[in-house]
């Protein structure tokens, strides 16, 4: 697995047409990346096949939002692992606090999507991450060994990354201290079998805060949203200084 994972997260943005007018800016902006660390665009599935054929032979890897627990069968709506593997996608996140809070997931059906994933190949950015309410309780040990517990049943954590996502810092602007993500990743790496699983801090990141975020001894990467829409300030966030 790679030790550095900087990754965006389009959510629901952008046509083809603004992926491609993105891609022209942003790669050009990568020539002095150095080559350990892993650059992944996880884009909306109506953009995937494109950015796999525009995407071949650059440093950028692709990745999809979601996947199914099944190859296939009746789910209006869904997206299953052969379809994403068939076009080239090597990542996907799974169990994003969008989707548990938007769309139903739980702990359960984000462990079924899990193991779909790695059975098909994919590599999963697997998301937890605990609310405003949860850390004001000081909930937030319980809500994430609990996450984990559950979404890591039968998973092999040799192909596996995880993102640290407080959901109060998501889309906020409010990111949280570096120190404290550092804090929580560092627990979250305890309880796990693999030690060398690549942890991610996800949460308002942004070209001002990358450098501070990265020279922290437990982050290993960051997912990002908002920042990850312009290619000058993802660039900046890829190329952070350490
Ligand atoms: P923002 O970077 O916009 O806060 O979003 C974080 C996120 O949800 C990444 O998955």
Known sequence: MPKIVLAGNWKMYKTQ???????K???????DTPEQRCVILCVPFTN?????????GSIVQLGAQNV????????????????????????VIVGHSERRQYFGE???????RLRSAQAAGLTPIFC??????????????TIISQQLQKGLIGIDQSNLIIAYEPIWAIGTGETCAASEANRVIGLIRNSLSNPHVPIQYGGSVKPENIDELMSQPHIDGVLVGG????PESFARIVNFNC
């Not at 047409?17 to 891609?23: P, Q, T």
């Not at 739980?106 to 079924?112: G, I, P």
């Open 128 to 141: 937890v991450g605990e609310t405003k309410q949860q850390r004001d309780k000081g909930e937030i040990e």
């Open 48 to 56: 995937l096949q494109l950015l796999s054929q525009t995407l071949h």
């Open 68 to 91: 199914h627990w099944e190859n296939n069968g009746a789910y209006t709506g869904e997206i299953s692992a052969p379809m994403l593997t068939e076009i080239g996608v090597r990542y």
């Open 106 to 112: 739980t702990d359960e059906t984000v462990n079924l």
């Open 17 to 23: 047409v603004e992926s491609l007018e993105f891609l």
């Open 25 to 31: 800016a942003f790669i050009p902006l990568l020539a």
């Open 227 to 230: 920042a990850s829409l312009q």
